[in-house]
Each structure stands twice: as structure tokens, then as C-alpha cells.
């Protein structure tokens, strides 16, 4: 699907404020209700609009330990890869993995309550992962830019 300015305006909007109201946004983007609902609902169904969610603020909700964690693999056999890949796309921890070129092979984002969660999370978890060579794990001192979605 190409997008258009006028797509852009929207997504741009609907990143800012998911909740916003049909009529707001049509207001806000220039457009009628009715051709900005049938926008809307044109990039939701071609996949450019994924979902909606609530950002929730981590700390509040109890999970004060922040950390990026590198991890390189010992061996790029595809059932060490496949294993690692399907383990840590079901732990809560994990934020976001990203596989990645140069000294590591994974870079993850993990959240847990405090240090001794994440220590339980490593050894009783990412250790015993078969095929890692090498855990470095990088401790979140401060977020300065969180991102909110695609820069459009």
C-alpha cells in the first residue's frame, strides 16, 4: 500500500493519541468522518495499522529493573537459532528482541520487578539456553527518548 500525505497525517495522529474519537481526527486531519473512518479502516485492514494499546508507565506498575542484554551465540546452527528465537518470544521479561549484525547476534530489551528478578530470569532462564557463548548485560540508568511509534 502506498501512502499517501493525507495517510500520514492520520497515522501521525492515531501515534500521538490512539484514543482519539472518529470526529476528532477527521477534524484534525482535514477530512470528513466518513472518508477518515473509511481511511482508517483501509490501513488497518492492509496491515500498516497493527492494533491499539495502552502505554502503561513500568515503574508504576511495579517493574523498576530496566536492562539491554547482547547476546552472542556459540553456534549459528539453526537449531540453536530457532530454539533461542522461539524461548524468548514467549517470556514477559523480553520487551523486544532484535537479531543484529557485529558483536552480538541479539540485542533484548528486558523489564523485570528488580535485580533479584533478573537474576532468577538469567539463571534460571537465559543461561540454560543451549548454544550461548555470551551474556553482557547493559543496566538502564535513564530513558531519555522513548519511542511512540514510526517516525512517518
Not at 540485542?107 to 557463548?133: E, K
Amino acid at each position: 500500500m502506498e501512502l499517501g500525505k493525507q495517510d500520514r497525517r492520520l497515522l501521525r495522529l492515531l501515534q500521538e493519541n490512539g484514543r482519539i474519537s472518529n470526529q476528532e481526527l477527521a477534524e484534525a486531519a482535514g477530512m470528513s468522518p466518513s472518508a477518515c473512518w473509511r481511511r482508517v479502516r483501509a490501513l488497518e485492514g492492509a496491515g500498516v495499522i497493527k492494533g491499539y494499546m495502552a502505554m502503561l508507565d513500568a515503574r508504576r506498575c511495579g517493574m523498576g529493573f530496566h536492562a539491554i542484554v547482547n547476546v552472542q551465540l556459540a553456534r549459528h546452527d539453526g537449531r540453536y537459532v530457532d530454539d533461542f528465537i522461539r524461548a524468548i518470544t514467549v517470556r514477559p521479561e523480553v520487551l523486544d528482541c532484535f537479531a543484529t549484525a557485529g558483536e552480538s547476534d541479539y540485542h533484548l530489551r528486558v523489564r523485570c520487578t528488580d535485580l533479584d528478578a533478573y537474576n532468577a530470569f538469567l539463571d534460571d532462564f537465559l543461561f540454560r539456553l543451549p548454544g550461548l557463548q555470551h551474556v553482557r548485560t547493559n543496566l538502564v540508568m535513564k530513558e531519555i527518548k522513548h519511542a511512540r511509534g514510526v517516525p512517518i
